[in-house]
T-cell receptor, first 112, second 117 residues
């Protein structure tokens, strides 16, 4: 199916475990983004990528790792999950970063 | 410092009335873009309207219009003839260049709009 998909939709993990959230888009968009949404904070940018093998830190990158070896995939890894990383995570993509940002359905992550 | 400020955590409006959601921004770029997104209780992010910094006319999309005041760095969303289905969280966002080369999109904290029958 065309579009941007995130997996899993829901995830519960334990403190200290590594967890990877997946994001896949079928449009060959150059730009991809990861945000976390928390009550009272809106959406905060974690990492973004302008093209394959190019990634930049956003506002809240600590505790997260990204990679982008293929244009269509932009996985987000929590190397050692903490309770403060309990959040809803959104992935987004844009063809050129100028306009047309499209969001995935989100992943609700709970760290216990 | 916050780049996007939405000063209204919550707003109430009567059905069929108009409502304005405030957004101010901070950037030193000459070229930037402003977006509004709607997030209903189901959670998806829905694009509503876009205004480029060089656009001379205020953007409009159906019942949505963007009141762009460049000198004041404000980009308020106006929803005319509110409907019950407009009840949602609304986010203002700004696209700007980061480090002079790549674009990024940053968001405000949002305004929760409730439309009363």
């Amino acid at each position: 199916d065309a579009g941007i998909t995130q997996s899993p939709r829901y995830k519960i993990t334990e403190t200290g475990r590594q967890v990877t959230l997946m994001c896949h888009q079928t449009w060959s968009h150059s730009y991809m983004f990861w945000y976390r949404q928390d009550l009272g904070h809106g959406l905060r940018l974690i990492y973004y990528s302008a093209a394959a093998d190019i990634t930049d830190k956003g506002e809240v990158p600590d505790g997260y790792v990204v990679s982008r070896s293929k244009t269509e995939n932009f996985p987000l890894t929590l190397e050692s999950a903490t309770r403060s990383q309990t959040s809803v995570y959104f992935c987004a993509s844009s063809e050129n970063g100028f306009y047309g940002y499209t969001f995935g359905s989100g992943t609700r992550l709970t760290v216990v | 410092a916050q780049k996007i400020t939405q000063t209204q955590p919550g707003m109430f409006v009567q059905e069929k009335e108009a409502v304005t959601l405030d957004c101010t921004y901070d950037t030193s770029d000459q070229s930037y873009g402003l977006f509004w997104y709607k997030q209903p209780s189901s959670g998806e992010m829905i694009f509503l309207i876009y205004q480029g910094s060089y656009d001379e006319q205020n953007a409009t999309e159906g019942r949505y219009s963007l009141n762009f005041q460049k000198a004041r760095k404000s980009a308020n969303l106006v929803i005319s003839a509110s409907q019950l289905g407009d009840s949602a969280m609304y986010f203002c966002a700004m696209r700007e260049k980061s480090g002079g080369s790549n674009y990024k999109l940053t968001f405000g904290k949002g305004t929760l709009l409730t439309v009363n029958p």
